[in-house]
């Protein structure tokens, strides 16, 4: 029987005949729905005539759409169905109206078919392919591909659609990052989700559930249900995915019909919709999940949602978003507080075991945002609850549409004993292999054990279960992130004197005060004086005297006019006892890490250098960040002096050689 390559390669060569009406990176807009179209015809063939006399039979039935489609599911024996006398062996009949004929046979299949289709916007790809002569051919070639699955099962099918999906994205490079995940990536991330649940996954009749928020083409979704094929066949795990991408998720809703996918009786497992504002997956008993993997798109920006968002935030734990929201142009831990938000609760007596989650992100939500931000706000819920287990940094260039460097996080509410109040940071930055051809920004990928290459997966899973410190492997406390900012002040130090072009400007602004003024001017005189406190009093002595009673923005505007600051001024006292008037232009912050105590800091590390300085606890903020650069920072010493001085003297010589031998 021929392999799934063999099947790949057939559609492929199909594929070749859209040359010159679609470019390369457009051929996946016909030759994806062309094969889920084919699978099925072939899938339904064998209960064709059962499904058609059951329609005839209902045809005049006042049964809904809904209940209708439940009926001819049955009878085909599936979760769709497809009641029109068409098939692709009679398309073929009719080379002239080919065109009106497949539509119509799109329109035969249930509900959840058609829709597929629908976002799959194939109508326009029909017309496009008539116009340009080749839909009769591709609708030829295909009905010679057998896809039955006697001669195709449910898991090979799956094979052949996955690698027909990655193929496609990698020729697609410019755009696949938006929807595809590098295929070692994900691997990775899916061993580092299961990896501590073999006891519990080995439990016979074990049924867990998986949900991908931004699934995309369903990358995510496959690779996880091949990891438990492959390791744990007696568990059942049920994936579900959401994603607001039209033709990705036509892409990955096929993909799980075409493997026919136990979902405990549903066939909406993936489903179409914007998570921010259209959560599909709110309601018992698929509101909660055992694992959580997922991609979001990097830099997404929720402009759009902003008010629905705030909203929800301003609801606080009855809403997805409790922690805090990001900066608008980067959405990437609204999508974790979400994924966060589907965690199961630790319950073993109602076999509720908590859950898992396996996130990739950019480096900007480590670190983005000084205490008291939106990010710095969320990155504290989730340490400070002992959700965060460990962060993964990957290599530059692992992705199609960006170079920047990743990070796998792994957040769970079920750490193991021994990882509790701990975060690991694993430095995987220079475990990578030279791509043989560059894929858009991808040139590197994670060795797999392949064809020569080292098994870095598996050598990235093995440093993380070892749990131990080590040159790429750290271990810190929870509170080794988090820092305590601190208002530091220093006081206002004001020089008053009265000019004649200030006092000009002064009654400008308020020549009703022109009186006062000069009294105030013959009193004072027009030297400089570096005390304000006895100034200021020697003037409100003066007012009194003249029964003078300024607003207070009469008074400020005379400050703002006749003082400046000067570092050889006595400081400005804040009255009553309240020590001195902060200057806002000296005004600094110090970040002190918690396990620190901020007393004993500031008198050791600040005082000393600023002796006049205080601060202010009531504007003390606490604040978390994760920056691998200083953790794995590894100090290297300059050459010696005299090894740099004799390369600077031989590249002189070379010089001289050079401009002499022009010169000659």
């Not at 008539?130 to 799956?158: C, Q, T, W």
């Not at 799980?256 to 909406?268: A, E, F, H, R, Y």
């Not at 073993?348 to 950019?362: I, N, T």
């Amino acid at each position: 029987m021929p392999d799934h390559s063999y099947f790949e390669n057939l559609i492929w060569q199909i594929a070749d005949l859209l040359r010159g009406p679609y470019r390369p990176p457009q051929y996946e807009r016909v030759m994806l729905p062309m094969t889920v179209l084919r699978r099925f015809d072939c899938v339904l063939a064998p209960t064709k005539s059962k499904v058609l006399a059951e329609h005839d039979k209902r045809r005049d039935s006042k049964l809904n759409d809904d209940a209708l489609d439940r009926l001819l599911n049955r009878a085909a024996g599936q979760r769709f169905h497809n009641h029109s006398p068409l098939d692709f062996k009679k398309l073929k009949g009719d080379p002239d109206h080919i065109e009106k004929h497949l539509v119509s046979y799109i329109k035969g299949f249930s509900a959840n078919v058609r829709r597929i289709f629908e976002f799959f916007e194939f109508e326009n790809e029909i017309e496009k392919m008539r116009e340009s002569n080749v839909l009769y051919l591709v609708i030829s070639k295909f009905a010679d591909v057998d896809l039955h699955p006697s001669r195709v099962p449910n898991a090979e099918m799956g094979r052949i659609f996955e690698n027909l999906i990655r193929r496609f994205n990698e020729l697609a490079n410019e755009t696949a990052g938006d929807h595809f995940t590098p295929r070692e990536v994900i691997r990775l991330m899916v061993n580092l989700l299961f990896m501590h649940d073999d006891e519990l996954l080995a439990t016979p009749g074990t049924v867990r559930k998986l949900l991908d928020p931004a699934c995309g083409t369903g990358g995510m979704l496959a690779e996880a249900q091949n990891y438990l094929r492959d390791h744990h066949q007696d568990a059942r795990l049920y994936v579900f995915g959401q994603d607001y991408n039209k033709r990705a998720f036509a892409t990955a809703a096929s993909d799980m019909l075409m493997k026919n996918v136990d979902q405990n009786g549903g066939s909406d497992n993936v489903r179409f919709g914007d998570i921010f504002l259209d959560d599909q997956f709110a309601d018992p008993p698929y509101d909660r999940f055992d694992y959580l993997l997922a991609n979001p798109p990097f830099g997404v920006d929720w402009k759009k949602q902003r008010k629905e968002i705030e909203r929800e935030h301003k609801r606080g734990e009855l809403g997805r978003f409790q922690a805090g929201t990001p900066r608008v142009n980067d959405g990437s831990l609204l999508f974790v507080q979400h994924m966060i938000s589907k965690f199961e609760p630790v319950r073993p007596d109602e076999q509720k075991h908590g859950s898992r989650m396996a996130v990739v992100l950019s480096g900007s939500p480590l670190f983005t945002g000084g205490a008291g931000s939106g990010e710095s706000e969320i990155r504290k819920w989730i340490i400070e609850n002992d959700w965060l287990e460990a962060i993964v940094a990957l290599p530059e260039q692992m992705f199609y549409n960006t170079g920047i460097g990743t990070y796998v996080w792994i957040v769970t509410n079920r750490k193991a004993s021994r990882r509790k109040g701990k975060v690991q940071l694993l430095d995987a930055r220079d475990c990578w292999v030279p791509m043989r051809r560059s894929l858009g920004d991808k040139r590197r990928k994670l060795g797999e054990g392949e064809d020569g290459e080292p098994d870095q997966i598996a050598e990235i899973v093995r440093l993380y279960g070892a749990f131990e410190e080590g040159p790429r492997s750290k271990i810190f406390d929870n509170e080794d992130f988090g820092y305590t900012r601190v208002t530091v002040e220093r006081p206002l130090r004001l020089r008053y004197q009265m000019t004649i072009d200030d006092k000009a400007r002064f009654l400008d602004a308020a020549p009703h005060l022109l009186d006062d003024i000069q009294a105030i001017d013959q009193a004072l005189g027009r030297d400089p004086l570096l005390d304000w406190n006895d100034a200021w009093a020697r003037i409100q002595k003066l007012l009194r005297k003249r029964g003078s009673k300024w607003q207070a923005a009469e008074r400020k505007l005379f400050l703002g006019v006749f003082t400046v600051t000067n570092p050889k001024a006595e400081p400005v006292s804040a009255g009553q006892s309240k020590g001195f008037e902060a200057d806002s232009a000296l005004r600094d912050t110090e970040n002190i890490p918690l396990k620190l105590d901020v007393d004993e800091y500031f008198e050791t590390e600040v005082k000393p250098y600023v002796d006049d300085a205080w601060m202010d606890r009531s504007k003390d903020r606490v604040g978390y960040e994760i920056n691998f650069n200083r953790h794995f920072y590894v100090y290297t010493p300059p050459r010696p002096l005299a090894e740099i001085d004799a390369d600077l003297k031989r590249a002189e010589d070379e010089i001289l050689r050079l401009l002499q031998a022009v010169t000659a």
